[in-house]
């Protein structure tokens, strides 16, 4: 029986790594050629899946925190990066598709395994929601289709062309999403960096005006953003479509995450130095507000609308890869239904790609034609769904490092225990900020998935008793290690 072993272990040692259920399995024979993403793609996906529509609106939704908010962004930004050394970490441990969830279940277990999975396919379909409904706002600049049925059609246009393309090869979405990355970091950039000559400090506005408390102040702005680094786990979770990746995941996860993190600090710093304070708070555009007190006027609005146009349909072409992904390695592993780890022979997961596609589309209806309310709550409950994997990652991590013997300094022991729990208190921090009522709707989300995972069990014969050879997966493709 083959097993995971942690690289820094000897692998000598029997003690280092006992043969458990819960061993994540390696990919399976096959899967490692089907990797076409290089590191530029992968960091791509990372960046694209991280930079959506969200931050064109971020300078002016912090702006309504004070400059507290800069601090957020900063605190906010170091965990982020701590998330994203974790996974580079668990990506060079566990090679396999999935990402967090292959993390979890490595550690853990088979169940919590699943959880991981479930939390973050509800994660990528509803945030692919919540992009597209801002895609509408900026696609509107030109078209002023302003009716609801104009709006769900601007916005299924915009969800089904990423999912034609990713249903094309992820040779072509990898590609797409490079394009789409190039195009809309570099007027960002810009704006980032020749914004900084602009600044004057009288814009900036008071420290405070939340009405809050310090720490109030500070945790309030700081749930806003993290949203906003949703998409730094895109290389670990496509991990069977990286072509190195034991190598790469790492590097594409830290890469990105810090080129996010960057030009968030720096934009956000820049349109709050550029546009006064007064200006900002109510600014739906405060990108093109930059850019006019910048310049003196000019076509700004439209040229910040056609950016914001292709962040927001690159952001939808990872992220409708991801939402495929997880449950493809969930399913491999027999915890998923199996029909989501049936791939072409381009080896897309074609299932995975139309449901998410069709839950979507769904979500982004329904919030046309019923309520803004009720959809901004889903999102609230979305960005819970966000940090279960990141929280079930930092803890895989404090597992491995914890539990396992290794042939490693005492050193580098420390200083990767140490992003271990800094990563861990992030995500607790996060959920505790999301709010009471947020964290137990997600809990009933979460538990809703329950069901779905003893279905899948039950037809695979895992509750016959005395029957071991009923209760092993059965899945087209699985290793021998997935089958033992």
């Known amino acids: 029986m083959s097993h995971v072993v942690d690289p ?62 800069i601090l957020a962004l900063g605190l906010v930004t170091i965990g982020a990066l701590a998330i994203a050394a974790i996974l580079g970490g668990l990506g060079a441990r566990v090679p396999a598709a999935g990402g967090p969830y292959a993390y979890a279940r490595a550690a853990f277990g088979e169940f919590p395994g699943f959880l991981t999975a479930w939390s973050f396919w509800i994660t990528a379909w509803v945030g692919n929601a919540a992009i597209a409904v801002a895609w509408v706002g900026y696609v509107n600049y030109f078209l002023h289709w302003d009716s609801t049925p ?40 810009f704006v980032a960096v020749v914004g900084l000559f602009f600044v004057e400090g009288g814009n900036f506005g008071e420290f405070n005006t939340s009405g809050e408390n310090f720490l109030g102040a500070l945790q309030v702005s ?30 594409a996860s830290i890469h990105g995450t810090f080129a996010c993190a960057a030009l968030y600090m720096l934009s956000t710093i820049a349109v709050m130095g550029t546009v006064p304070h007064a200006e900002l708070v ?56 199996r029909r989501f780890a049936v791939v072409d022979r381009a080896g897309v997961p074609v299932f995975g790609v139309l449901v998410a596609a069709v839950l979507t589309s769904v979500v982004v209806a329904v919030n046309h ?8 709550t889903i999102l609230l409950l979305a960005t819970v769904t966000t940090v279960i994997p990141y929280l079930s990652s930092a803890s895989a991590q404090l597992f491995w490092l914890v539990t396992r013997e290794r042939a490693v300094t005492r050193a580098a022991l420390a200083k990767d225990l140490t992003i271990a729990v800094a990563g861990l208190l992030f995500a607790l921090w996060m959920l505790h900020g999301a709010g009471m009522d947020a964290v137990l709707k997600s809990l009933i989300m979460l538990v809703l998935g ?21 209760s092993r997966v059965e899945v087209e493709g699985a290793t021998p290690a997935m089958r033992e």
């Open 369 to 376: 034609v019923w309520s803004e309310d009720a959809f901004e």
């Open 222 to 251: 700081a749930a806003l953003v993290v949203f906003a680094y949703s998409g730094i786990e895109a290389a670990s979770v496509a991990a069977r479509k990286v072509e190195n990746p034991e190598r790469d995941i790492g590097r």
């Open 150 to 189: 104009g709006k769900i059609a601007i916005a299924l246009v915009g969800l089904w062309i990423p999912a034609l393309i990713n249903l094309s090869g992820v040779g072509n979405a990898g590609l797409f999403q490079v394009v789409t990355t190039v195009l809309k970091v570099v007027p960002l950039l």
């Open 282 to 337: 109510d600014s739906s555009a405060p990108f093109s507000d930059a850019l006019n007190h910048m310049f003196g006027g000019g076509p700004w609005g439209g040229v910040m609308a056609a950016v914001a146009i292709v962040s927001g349909i690159g952001a939808l072409n990872g992220w409708t890869l991801l939402c495929a992904e997880m449950p493809y390695a969930a399913a491999k592993d027999g915890v998923f239904p």
């Open 8 to 69: 820094t272990t000897p692998t000598s040692s029997p003690a280092a790594a006992p043969e458990t259920s819960s061993q994540a399995p390696a990919p399976a024979a096959g899967e490692t050629s089907q990797g076409t993403l290089g590191l530029p793609q992968a960091t791509a996906l990372v960046v694209g899946g991280v930079l959506g529509t969200g931050i064109f609106l971020l300078p002016a939704t912090l702006a309504k925190y004070g400059t507290i908010s």
């Open 450 to 470: 329950i069901p779905v995972h003893l279905r899948v069990k039950a037809a695979r014969g895992a509750y016959r008793p005395g029957d071991k050879e009923a």
